[in-house]
């Protein structure tokens, strides 16, 4: 009987370990032949930027710095709007109450004589009418013209002198423009005494917008001349590093 149980134990299969002659704690065969020592794993390669990549990063900065454009740009479209109104639209249409005679804010140089020929042709209702337009678009043009010269130089113009004779121009035509309404509608009130002090100021005014006008147009004409070299320039640096 005890030599059948020795046999039995004999016979009895062996672990996978003494199967396989390693020891149980050491890995298997293959097992971790798919893994990669840390030390051997190269620098991670970054795409180098394409001309066409460049491109994209350049349009799509200069479109987050598009916010202080559009405000630019409603200004001045606010600005155009209410020239369009008050010199095409309305004071036009003040001939109609005053026997066919122009405004004379529509006018370079004008007289004591005309502005009491015109004085003569406008009743009460016109002269209030005068004075409406006056306090309305009369206030709100050359409001908008100061606060338009003053943005567009804010945005084009780096921080110095430029800016500073910018902002003094508007705020000048502004002044001039609102003291021409009340001096033209004293001196038709006069019979047309106080003319030549209204005329210089009418002047003044008109010589102011044209000039502003011009400046502004300068303005956003060298900001984007600066705009398109920097572009040029960029992309080159970039063509250049890839």
């Not at 051997?40 to 390669?45: M, T, W």
């Amino acid at each position: 009987m005890s030599q059948k149980k020795s046999k039995k134990r004999q016979n009895r299969p062996r672990s996978d370990a003494g199967r396989s002659g390693q020891p149980s704690g050491a890995p298997r065969q293959g097992e971790g032949e798919g893994r990669t020592p840390a030390a051997a794993v190269g620098p991670v390669r970054h795409p180098r930027p394409s001309v066409a990549q460049a491109r994209q990063d350049l349009e799509a900065s200069g479109q987050k710095e598009g916010s202080p454009g559009m405000l630019v740009a409603a200004l001045l479209g606010t600005t155009l709007f209410m020239f369009f109104y008050l010199h095409v639209l309305v004071l036009p249409q003040m001939a109609q109450l005053s026997g066919g005679l122009s405004m004379p804010d529509q006018q370079f140089l004008y007289d004591s004589a005309y502005l009491a020929e015109l004085d003569a042709a406008m009743d009460e209702p016109a002269h209030g009418q005068l004075n409406w337009v006056h306090k309305t678009a009369g206030v709100i043009f050359p409001i908008a013209v100061g606060l338009s010269v003053a943005a567009v130089a804010a945005w084009c113009l780096p921080r110095g002198w430029g800016r500073w004779v910018s902002y003094a121009a508007g705020a000048l035509f502004a002044v001039v423009d609102i003291v021409e309404n009340m001096l033209i509608e004293s001196a038709l009130r006069a019979g047309g005494e106080g003319a030549a002090l209204a005329s210089a100021f009418t002047t003044a005014r008109w010589v102011l917008l044209v000039a502003i006008t011009a400046w502004i147009v300068l303005m956003i004409a060298g900001r984007f001349r600066r705009a398109a070299r920097e572009r040029t320039e960029r992309i080159a640096r970039q063509v250049r590093r890839a």
